[in-house]
């Protein structure tokens, strides 16, 4: 078995004696390598599991709960800002037709041009098309000529 990693050196410690891998322990037991790594990980949980947390007397959703009223916000329905949102819309239309009213470099079509070229791309999907695509979908649902 290759030498343990840090990470299985943890998980060993954190897991109860009774749920350790076996293959694990054995190769601790075997590796004077691993142990001389794992010696000072398990000191060092031993020690941590020791320590005790106070938290008497402080109440932190209190603290952040009087600390956001505290904290100037942004109104939005206020006129001030409505007018703000309102000028900042007109402002952004305006430059948006300024730019499609500017940005154009070549000529329009001509209405009977587009016309016509639509027209023969369309006759395509007609029933008197010369293609024959018509009836091929025709003949296959049932219906023919």
Same mark, same amino acid.
């Given at each position: @078995?290759? #030498?343990?990693?840090?990470?299985? @050196?943890?998980?060993l410690?954190?897991a109860? *004696? /009774?749920?350790?891998?076996?293959?694990?322990? !054995?190769?601790?037991?075997?590796?004077?390598?691993?142990?001389?790594?794992?010696?000072?990980? !398990?000191? /060092? =949980?031993?020690?941590? &599991?020791?320590?005790?947390?106070?938290?008497?007397?402080?109440?932190?959703? %209190?603290?952040?709960?009087? %600390? +956001?009223?505290?904290?100037?916000?942004?109104?939005? =329905?206020?006129?001030?800002?409505?007018?703000?949102?309102?000028?900042?819309?007109? +402002?952004?239309? *305006?430059?948006?037709? =300024?730019?499609?009213? #500017?940005?154009?470099?070549?000529?329009?079509?001509?209405?009977?041009s587009?016309?016509?070229?639509?027209?023969? #791309?369309?006759?395509? $999907?007609? $029933?008197?098309?010369? /293609?024959g =695509?018509?009836?091929?979908?025709?003949? *296959?649902?049932?219906? &023919?000529?």
């Amino acid at each position: @078995m290759e #030498h343990l990693n840090d990470k299985e @050196m943890l998980e060993l410690l954190g897991a109860p *004696a /009774t749920d350790r891998p076996q293959p694990q322990q !054995e190769h601790l037991s075997a590796c004077d390598s691993c142990r001389q790594r794992f010696e000072p990980l !398990e000191q /060092t =949980w031993d020690e941590l &599991g020791t320590w005790s947390v106070s938290t008497r007397g402080r109440d932190l959703t %209190q603290r952040i709960l009087s %600390q +956001i009223t505290q904290i100037p916000c942004i109104k939005l =329905w206020e006129t001030r800002s409505l007018m703000r949102v309102a000028a900042s819309i007109i +402002i952004g239309l *305006a430059a948006g037709y =300024w730019a499609a009213d #500017h940005s154009s470099t070549s000529p329009a079509p001509s209405p009977d041009s587009s016309t016509a070229d639509a027209s023969s #791309h369309l006759e395509v $999907l007609g $029933l008197e098309s010369a /293609t024959g =695509w018509s009836d091929s979908f025709l003949y *296959a649902s049932g219906e &023919g000529r």
